[in-house]
Each structure stands twice: as C-alpha cells, then as structure tokens.
C-alpha cells in the first residue's frame, strides 16, 4: 500500500533586518568625515612646497638661526606628509566600520564608539592648538612666527575649523549610535519558534495489516459487450 507524502512545515525565510535611519545617517558622517580627511591631506601636501620656500625666505630676516630653519623645514616636510597618511588610513578605517555598522556587527559599533572617543580627543587638541596659532600667541618666538607667517593667512583658520568639524562629526556618529532605534538594531536577534505553539506534529501513517498482502484483488469491472 502508498500512503500519500506528508508536506514538513519549514520556517519561513526572514530577510536580513534593514539599518535604521539613525544607523545609516552615522554611516553616512562617517563617509563625510572619511573624505573630508583625504581631501585635507591631499590640500596640505599641494600647499607644502610654496609654505616651506616662503618660510626659508622669511626665517632668516626674522633672525632665525640656520639650525632652526633647518629644523623648520624638516618639520614644515614632515607634518603634510604624515597628515596626508593618516587621512588615508583614517579614510580606510572609516570604510570599514562603515560596513560592519550597515550589516549590523556589534563588535564594529564598539570599535566605533572606541574611534569616535579618541577623534574628539584629537580634535579637540587640533582646534585648540589652531586657534591658539591663528591668534598668533607665539609672536614672541621668532621661529614659531615664521613658521606661522610662511602659510596663507587662510589655512590656519580652515585648520582649526576643519578640526572643530571632526569634533561635532565624532559626537554626532555617538549620539546617533546610542539611540533607542540603533540599540533595537544592534540587539542580538532571537531565535524565532516554527509557530505560536509549535509546528504541528506528522500524524503517524496508518497501521498496516500483516495479512493485508493475502486478500484478493477488488475485481475489476468490465464493460458489456455491445
């Protein structure tokens, strides 16, 4: 005897959960930010060879000693340089947490709470010191007038601003990331039940008769010859 198939029940397929607004608005600063970094690295080392010759002009009518105008060439060299770099990696570690955050990775949204704690630290440090420098409080050293004297009147202030820029980035990325919506998002799913009570049980097959194979077919009918 056949019995007819029984259809299992399977659990149904969910999606992988969408980002909410908050989420991808903190991505989406993050890209901003990421940017923002190569560009001004990119600016710095484009403005590097006019800054260096202007304070090599200047230096020695300010009464700057050679030993200190090779010291501020090297430092003049040196800081687009490693500006330039650390935009790059910045931009790249950016892209990362960038992923992890919009595919929901928790480990990602403590590493970024981790960088966000660390970029307000060093922003903050870089407005201070930008503004400090703008305001020309070190009028009194001769090296440190030159150095300030040898770039545009412009990129101090774009300096400082870009840093104060980095600080309000980081602490919206926080705000945006310890909202009620990105902690629902970030919340380990749970496992969902097949139903409210359980997938229904397969009812047994029917029992089988042992002498089911000794009674003769059902005869078959024929129909009358006409």
Request: hydrophobic letters at 45%; a neutral charge; aromatic letters at 8%.
């Amino acid at each position: 005897m056949s019995y007819p198939a029984q259809v299992l029940p399977q659990q149904p397929v969910t999606d992988r959960r969408r980002p909410p607004g908050t989420v991808r608005a903190a991505a989406g600063v993050l890209v901003v930010m990421a940017v923002g970094g190569v560009f001004y690295g990119g600016i710095g080392l484009v403005l590097m060879p006019g800054i260096v010759e202007r304070f090599q002009d200047l230096a020695p009518a300010a009464g700057v000693s050679a030993e200190d105008i090779n010291g501020g060439t090297t430092l003049l060299r040196g800081v687009p340089i490693a500006a330039a770099f650390v935009g790059v990696v910045s931009a790249l570690l950016l892209a990362g947490l960038v992923v992890g955050l919009l595919r929901g990775v928790r480990a990602v949204r403590v590493a970024t709470f981790v960088v966000c704690g660390l970029g307000l630290l060093g922003g903050i440090l870089a407005t201070v010191f930008g503004f400090v420098q703008r305001l020309n409080s070190f009028g009194d050293d001769t090296l440190l007038g030159a150095l300030n004297e040898a770039h545009p009147g412009w990129w101090p202030w774009t300096s400082a601003v870009l840093s104060l820029l980095q600080v309000v980035g980081y602490f919206v990325v926080t705000l945006l990331l310890i909202s009620p919506p990105a902690n629902e998002y970030f919340r380990p799913a749970p496992s969902l039940p097949p139903g409210p009570t359980g997938a229904p049980p397969i009812p047994p097959p029917p029992p089988v008769d042992p002498t089911d194979w000794q009674r003769p077919d059902p005869p078959t009918t024929t129909p009358a010859a006409m």
